[in-house]
Structures are given as structure tokens and as C-alpha cells.
């Protein structure tokens, strides 16, 4: 007699060849915000890690500029003229009243020999002043031994030399380590100490690296700060015409006579070199006093700790 298979019941199939249920859109939604928050949590140590190798890069930068002046010193007996002009003292500069007068020759274009910029240094026409249509194309080189990574400005140099303790014209007579004409021995001509003097830090970005002025030079005057795309607004600044409308707002230009200070993209301070060699992130809340006595290569002042 012949059988016949009758089918199981749904509830006694083996597991696997029941039907499967798939996820609903409540289970769904919870994973993806499982994930949304898992990567919340991640990314500020993902973008911590990113800014903390940018700012090393940076100190990099900085240390590569140091022993450049310090290689220039022991070659030449000096550290190299903050700028070289025939007259001063220099009150102002591209970024403040279009093009420059004067031939303001800097630092960055001395020490180009001891930073592996030898072709760059060659290109520079020496013979005529730095904003010279016959220097250019030189002037637009782009090194990234001057580029931090954290300055989001398309700048051609985010670091300066510090020429005076106060804000003052760059001049024949200032305090700090490059300035009008120096000529600073090591180290009879710094008696407060190289590992107490600095001589270069960051600055928001600038778009010359070949003209000493305020490109390239910069004082301890003011604390260093967070660096904006702003402009910062002074007490003595002019207006931009065309700004006086009622509500409207009034952004300014710096006055003619202003150099600047120090400041960065960096969170919480700047990056400084200092004559020893050494490179130091300055807070932002550094003491005024102490700052500026740091930018003086001879005022005799015990400084301490920073």
C-alpha cells in the first residue's frame, strides 16, 4: 500500500527552515543611533589627534627656522638684519597700505641657504627691493617649511621675528633680536640668555615672506591670541568707506604706524623658538609683563618660569 509524506506542522519544522523575520524600521532607527552617537563621541579625538600632529608640524617648522638663524650666525658672525632698508624707521606694509616703498629686503630671504631653499635664495634679485616686479615671481614661492598646518588662510609665511618688547615702528633701536639694519652677535649682544629671549613665532598668515615689515616682524607688545580671519579692530583705525550706514557694521583697517603681535590657529596659545634652540607653546593667558620681557634681548629682568 502505498504512503503517502504528509507535511510537518508549521510549529515542528526544524529553525532553519522556518520563515525569518526581518528588522522594523523602531529597530533600525536604534542602530543608526547607536552609531550616530559612537561617532560623536569619536570624532572630537579624531580632530584632538589631527590638530595635535599639525601643531608638532609646526614646532617642526620652527625649529627648522631656528637653526637656519643659528647656522646664519655661524657663518656670517651675526644673525641676519630683521629687514634691510636704507631709511626708517618702516611704519607700515602691504597689508596695511597696498604696496611698499623701500627695499626691505628680511630675515626669511637671508636664511634661505640653511633651509634647504638654496634655488629660491639664487632667484632673488638683490639688486632691486623686495616688491620689485623683477622679484615677483619669487615673492609667490610657496615653502612648506612657512606653512602651519592649522592656518587655514592661502598664506606664503605664518611665522615672524620678533623685533621689539612693545608696539612700536620697526627701527635702528629696537629691543628685540631682528630689526631696521641688526646686526645681533651671540652672545654678547643678547645678555639676558638665548633660553630667554624669543626670536621667531606663528602669526595669522601673511602674504610676503621677502618684504621686512610686518610680513616678517612682529613684537611682544600684545599677549599672543587665537588668530581670526577678522581683522582685528584697533582704537586708532580708519573706517572702510562705504561702512557708515546705520546698523551697520564698522570693520577697520590698522593704522599706518602698526606692526602687530603674535597669535595662531592654535587652541590655547602659540608656538615660539627661542635663541637656544628651543620651541615653546606660549599660553594665550601668559602675563603681559612677562611676555614682553621675553621679546627684550636686554632689559635684565629675571623671568622665571613660562
Known sequence: MKTTLQPLPRW??????????????IEVLVVVAIIAILISLLL???QQARESARRMQCRSNLTGLILALQNYHGAHGTLPPGTVDFSGPIVSGPMVLGQTQGYRISWLAQVLPYLEEGNTYRAI?????AHDPLNQNVAAHRMPVLQCPSNPR???TCYAG???DVEAPIDVDNHGVLFLNSRIRLPDDVPDGSSYTLFVGETEGMLSWLTGDNNTLRNTGSTPGFAS???????????????DEPGAETPAVPPPNLVGGFNSYHTGG???????????T?????????FRKLGHRSDGALTGAF
Open 125 to 129: 634679485n638683490f639688486d632691486v627691493p
Open 270 to 280: 602659540a608656538n615660539f623658538a627661542l635663541g637656544d634652540g628651543s620651541v615653546r
Open 282 to 290: 606660549i599660553s594665550e593667558s601668559i602675563d603681559a609683563d612677562l
Open 162 to 164: 620678533v623685533h621689539h
Open 229 to 243: 580671519m577678522v581683522p582685528v579692530v584697533q582704537p586708532t583705525a580708519t573706517p572702510f568707506e562705504g561702512m
Open 12 to 25: 515542528s519544522r526544524p529553525a532553519h527552515a522556518r520563515g525569518r523575520r526581518g528588522f522594523t524600521l
Open 154 to 156: 592661502s598664506a606664503l
Open 44 to 46: 572630537p579625538a579624531v
